[in-house]
Every structure is written in structure tokens, then in C-alpha cells.
């Protein structure tokens, strides 16, 4: 395996500075970026474990703290395991944080993220590619909207709410997407009825987006994150499969 530099580093955007982990190949090299949407619990150690594994494949993986503006991370009194269901108070304290991350301010502080990136010596020159998991996928798909010119791939896994019937939906960017999109969606996921499924697909279809959407069978929300009780392993094998397929594909 490549050996891997990792570090925090800040980021300054219009309202505020986002904390972030950024890792990479430690060779000194330019590579190729991508950039990596939190789940809801936030930057830990779990999500630089993965920041970690993407970057021992080649590539400069950036993971903002998406809920700077509430503080730096870590915002919330984890568990080392955390099961939701053993402890509903978690939730109590995130979900007002992200009811608070807006659209608007999302992709006002992607364009931050991206325009970082654009300038790190550790990133080669071109577009970038995302992942995101749970709230994170709907930031990816958003931002492969706002930002076509600068994303050549997309993955969202585990997402909700990406395709409702609000004005502000992700899916409703899919006219403006150019880069290639992947979704992996839970078979057992509420917050992605199949209603959603069905829309978000006739709408990346409708547009012209190369794109591939899966259900993972058995699998809930949240089942990539080893550190939580959802975790499905045969459902974390296959995203990272699908994950470094399309990178491989982009860069």
C-alpha cells in the first residue's frame, strides 16, 4: 500500500474558516483530488480512516467540516460506537446543526473547498471528483450541479432526501451535470423511499447524465460507517468497489 501523509488544515471561506483533514500519497507528487462529504456525525476518525484509504489509491482526499460554523470538529459527544437507537439524544443535537447547512450555504462553501484544492501543491491540475455519504450525497450531487466545469465524478451513498418535492431538491440539478454520477442507495433507507429512487433516476436519465444508481440489498442507512450500527460490510465492500471503479474511470 502507498504510505499516506495526513494532516488538518484550514479552510477560509465567506463566512468563517472550515476546519478539514486533508490526506495524500506521501511522495511529494501532485494527484488527482477528491473531495469527501461528511455523514451527519461528522469529521472523526472513521471518515479520516477513509480519507486514508482513498488517498493510499493515488489521490488527494479533502474532508471538510461541513458544520464549521457551528465550531470545529468534533461538534458532538460521540460514542466511539454509535448506535442512534441506543441513544436518540444524538440526534436532538445534529439535526438543528443541519437543518442550519442551507443549500445556499453549502455550495457557497463548496466553491471554497474546490477553489482550496485548485490551489494545494498536492493536487494535479484538473477537475476533481466527490464522494459523499448520507447528508453528504446530497452535497455531492448539488455540487456536481453548481460546479460543472470543476467535477468530473460524483458518488453519493446512503443519501436521503434526493429527489423530494421541494424547490431546493438535489435532483433538480441534473440539468446541469456533466460529470459521470453514481449512487449506491440502501434497500432499507426511509429517508430514500422508493418514490425518490424512482424520481432521481428519471431525472438524471432525462438529462443525459451518465450515471448508474444501485440498491444495496440488506443494507440501511449509514452502511459504510464502520464506527456506527448500521454498518453493513458486505455493503461497504461493494461501495468501495463502485467508488475506485469511477475514479479509475475519471482520472
Not at 443549500?103 to 494545494?120: H, K, T, V
Not at 435532483?171 to 424520481?199: C, N, W
Not at 432525462?206 to 459504510?224: I, K, N
Amino acid at each position: 500500500m502507498t504510505a499516506v501523509q495526513g494532516t488538518a488544515v484550514d479552510i477560509p471561506t465567506e463566512d468563517g474558516t472550515a476546519d478539514a483533514y486533508l490526506a495524500h500519497p506521501a511522495d511529494g507528487a501532485a494527484h488527482p483530488a477528491v473531495l469527501l462529504f461528511m455523514d451527519a456525525f461528522g469529521l472523526r476518525p472513521q471518515l479520516r480512516s477513509m480519507a486514508d484509504r482513498l488517498a493510499a489509491e493515488g489521490y488527494t482526499v479533502l474532508v471538510p467540516n461541513v458544520f464549521y460554523r457551528h465550531g470545529r470538529a468534533p461538534l458532538f459527544d460521540l460514542p466511539e460506537f454509535i448506535d442512534p437507537g441506543a441513544r436518540p439524544e444524538i440526534f436532538e443535537s445534529i439535526a438543528p446543526v443541519m437543518q442550519a447547512l442551507t443549500p445556499g450555504l453549502a455550495m457557497r462553501d463548496a466553491g471554497a473547498y474546490l477553489s482550496w484544492l485548485a490551489g494545494s501543491p498536492a493536487v494535479a491540475d484538473g477537475p476533481v471528483a466527490l464522494t459523499g455519504y448520507c447528508m453528504g450525497a446530497r452535497l455531492s450531487l448539488l455540487t456536481a450541479g453548481t460546479y460543472p466545469e470543476r467535477v468530473a465524478a460524483a458518488a453519493g451513498f446512503h443519501g436521503g432526501r434526493l429527489a423530494t418535492d421541494t424547490p431546493d431538491s438535489p435532483h433538480l440539478v441534473a440539468g446541469k451535470v456533466t460529470a459521470e454520477l453514481y449512487f449506491g442507495h440502501a434497500d432499507q433507507d426511509p429517508s430514500l423511499p422508493e418514490e425518490q429512487i424512482e424520481r432521481l433516476e428519471e431525472s438524471l436519465t432525462a438529462a443525459g447524465v451518465r450515471h448508474r444508481c444501485e440498491v444495496y440489498t440488506g443494507a440501511s442507512h449509514g452502511f459504510t460507517q464502520a464506527d456506527t450500527a448500521s454498518y453493513h460490510r458486505e455493503g461497504d465492500e461493494r461501495h468501495w468497489s463502485a467508488l475506485l471503479d469511477l475514479l479509475k474511470r475519471t482520472f
